[in-house]
């Protein structure tokens, strides 16, 4: 008798799907998203603070005298006039670009993908900072690149870390075709990218032939002071992919972004979407439209922006309060996330199933990196739960952390190696269901 | 199929039945997925199945829509520790399974090893020692005594839980500290107890009126030798042997050892008791669940396709005779 794999397609499958299995930490935010839990995880968009109401006339009124356009197939590159006004959207944070040079997306995600589709051969560097966004890393690891992390501190990505990676590349003969940045309000770090820094990065990325993926849905939501230069301004649109998106500054569920890229590159972009997608859905492209020209979208924006201060300032406040020794995390200018290091010898992913238990959940560390590294950190994302709860995640978190350290050091007394056990060799990454 | 579409059929007859999934354990999503499969397969046989996940409503809900019997497809600690089968017998609604009393037995890994070693079932021998023993007498002593008595290679599980969460194998002493932790993240308890190098599998138990009978044996041949959460859940990481590849007289002795494992706990309707198969043939007992997966991947839907039976109308059968069953008083634990 020759068994039963359970799956008859076992030898069809492409290479690539090899990592795609199914996780324990999956199976730990199952749980994560009972109404019990304080989910400090996941990166939803607090889209409550939208006037639903005007959101429905909108599209109602799109339905009603538009209908036969927005519910009909629409271009490649997306909807001509709404990319005139993402080249508005984009100017508030002095990035310039022509509409034809702008190509629309389902989400920033798809962007990722396209690039990744179309610069990646098995085996090829992509360099990002460490940590990085997960939907990027696994858009990544589906084009089989080899990720090289180059490490962030408290002004973002390190110049001269970043120097050294490319040497080193250099060096043995590789060169890395993408870096992938994401320059505002880091998802997951919370860092932001030093202006002082900026021109070195563009400056290396060219020297060394390395396309920039400028990767900012979160620029347009900071706290403190006016947008920094973006790296696209700064290279004068030579050598830079920009992605943007709607999902922060409007309507995640929309599922609209963009790239704007080099004409040969958008180019070549637009033929593989339409490959992929035929075009974005127009219906949503044109509540977008809509929305820009019919509602005060920068007043919205600002809306945002005070709802998510006053969740980061819960979030430091606890922090603050109630950590343990051991504990250190970013203060985010802007954005969704804070970065926290755990006391020495905490594992995070390890600790994971006891703060669930605990009724808190987070992502640990381990999946923003495509190393394995991140077992000292996790993302502690603000954005969606009221203060209140923000601060009863914080209490949860931080007596499950003290707990976790006590017993780290009753086990690290006995022996400081590190298992490389099954629970956790198998690279799991949580994919892009947490943004 | 044989054997229960007229029992189907009666049960459809009846009152529904509510099939409970979900719930709040990391085995949650495992469960609705279970639960799910399980209200179609009854849908399928002529049986009216609700789904539930259970929360702060569900008492109110079973009072306000009387259930004939529930079938709880709750896995980890709220389907198996006995908790919420003590509150349907405080509540008097009559489900499928082990009892209140039972389940709190069999889910504690220790004190099930415990009972069947006493019954003369073949065990691993272990160690189960919480977090506050390691912290009191400190780690380093403990552990070289475990190493020392129990050998290496040692398996760490939760002392209570399923589906290999927190479960690992350690074939190193240093990797041994790191280990304990990651499995006291999932318990308070640890049972360590020695690897056995041996075949997997699950023999499903079912008692349909004559009296507990192993169904099939499945032999668990997972790709990369480890039987963990993933080659659970990843369809294609395991091969599944259905009946498992053992000669006659092996297959006896681990039947044998299942009914009794099932008898010894005091376990009713249907239960899961997974063996390994030692080198020389001898069934050593690992655990038992009283609430199997019954998911697409899951081992005992494989049993109960071996044996030629329907799922959704044996389950049906279950729930028409817990119904009857509840007329009987019940113990509440």
Not at chain 2, 295 to 302: A, G, I, W, Y
Request: hydrophobic residues 45%.
């Amino acid at each position: 008798m020759s068994g039963d794999s359970l799956d008859p397609y076992v030898d069809l499958y492409a290479g690539r799907a090899r990592g795609l299995i199914v996780s324990e930490i999956r199976a730990l935010f199952a749980v994560a998203n009972r109404p019990e839990v304080v989910s400090l995880a996941g990166g939803a968009p607090y889209v409550s603070a939208l006037p639903l109401d005007e959101v429905a006339a909108i599209v109602g009124e799109l339905i009603a005298e538009h209908g036969a356009q927005a519910l009909q197939y629409g271009s490649g590159q997306g909807d001509p006039v709404l990319r005139e006004r993402i080249c508005d959207v984009m100017a508030v944070e002095g990035v310039r670009g022509t509409p034809d040079d702008v190509l629309v997306t389902v989400g920033s995600q798809q962007a990722l993908d396209l690039l990744a589709r179309l610069f990646i051969d098995p085996g090829d560097v992509v360099i990002a900072e460490g940590p990085t966004y997960v939907g990027a890393l696994g858009a990544f690891a589906a084009a089989q690149a080899d990720v090289v992390h180059v490490p962030l501190d408290d002004n973002g990505l390190q110049p001269e870390a970043l120097r050294e990676a490319l040497g080193r590349l250099a060096a043995s003969g590789r060169r890395a075709k993408l870096l992938y940045t994401v320059p505002n309000f880091h998802n997951p770090a919370g860092v932001t990218l030093a202006a002082s820094r900026r021109q070195e990065v563009v400056e290396l990325a060219q020297r060394y032939g390395v396309l920039v993926v400028e990767d900012n849905p979160y620029g347009l939501l900071g706290f403190d002071h006016e947008p920094l230069p973006a790296l696209h301004s700064l290279a004068g649109g030579r050598n830079v992919a920009y992605l943007g998106s709607f999902s922060k500054t409007f309507a995640a569920g929309l599922r609209v972004g963009w790239v704007l890229a080099p004409p040969a590159v958008r180019e070549k972009l637009v033929l593989l979407t339409e490959a992929q997608i035929l075009c974005p859905p127009a219906l949503t492209q044109l509540a977008v439209v809509r929305y820009l020209e019919a509602m005060a979208w920068q007043e919205q924006i600002k809306v945002f922006r005070e709802a998510y201060r006053e969740r980061r300032d819960a979030m430091l406040d606890a922090l603050d309060a109630l950590m343990p020794r051991g504990c250190r995390w970013t203060r985010p200018g802007g954005g969704f996330y804070v970065w926290l290091t755990a006391p020495d010898g905490v594992d995070t992913k390890l600790m994971q199933p006891r703060a669930i238990g605990q009724r808190v959940a987070y992502v640990p560390g381990t999946g923003f990196y495509a190393d394995g590294s991140g077992r000292d950190a996790m993302r502690l994302a603000y954005c969606f739960p009221p203060p209140a709860e923000i601060r009863e995640g914080v209490r949860r978190l931080a007596a499950v952390l003290e707990d976790e350290r006590e017993l780290a050091a009753t086990f690290h007394r006995a022996g400081t190696a590190r298992s490389d056990g099954r629970q956790t060799h198998r690279g799991e990454v949580p994919g892009p269901a947490i943004p | 199929m044989t054997g229960y579409a007229a029992t189907g059929a009666e049960a459809a007859a009846g009152r529904p039945v509510v099939v409970l999934a979900g719930g709040l354990s990391y085995e949650r999503d495992i469960s609705l997925r279970s639960g799910r499969r399980i209200v179609a397969a009854l849908h399928a046989a002529g049986c009216e199945a609700t789904l539930l996940d259970p929360d702060d409503t569900l008492l109110a809900r079973l009072d306000a829509d009387r259930p004939a019997a529930v079938l709880i497809a709750l896995h980890g600690a709220a389907g198996e520790d006995g908790a919420l089968r003590g509150v349907l017998e405080l509540a008097g609604v009559p489900y499928v399974g082990a009892s209140a009393a039972a389940s709190r037995i069999s889910w504690d890994k220790p004190t099930a090893k415990a009972l069947c070693r006493a019954a003369g079932i073949g065990t691993a021998d272990w160690v189960a020692l919480p977090d506050t023993t390691f912290r009191e007498l400190g780690a380093a002593a403990v552990l070289d005594r475990i190493v020392e008595r129990i050998g290496l290679p040692l398996m760490l599980k939760p002392a209570q839980g399923g589906s290999a969460l927190g479960a690992i194998r350690v074939a190193d002493a240093e990797d041994l500290p790191a280990a304990m932790v990651g499995c006291f993240a999932y318990a308070s308890t640890v049972l360590i107890e020695r690897y056995i190098d041996g075949i997997e599998v699950a023999v499903t138990v079912i008692d349909d009126g004559d009296g507990p009978r192993a169904l099939p044996a499945v032999e668990i041949a997972p790709n990369d030798g480890v039987f963990d959460y993933a080659a659970r859940y990843t369809q294609g990481m395991t091969t599944y042997h259905t009946p498992a590849r053992l000669d006659a007289t092996t297959t006896e002795r681990l039947m044998a050892a299942a009914v009794r494992a099932h008898e010894t706990l005091a376990l009713r309707d249907l239960s899961r008791v997974d063996i390994i198969v030692a080198p020389d043939g001898t069934p050593v007992f690992l655990e038992v669940n009283v609430s199997p997966g019954l998911t697409d991947t899951s081992l005992m839907p494989m049993s109960v396709a071996a044996a030629s039976l329907d799922l959704g109308a044996l389950t049906a059968r279950m729930l028409r005779d817990a119904a009857r069953r509840s007329q009987q008083v019940s113990t509440v634990d």
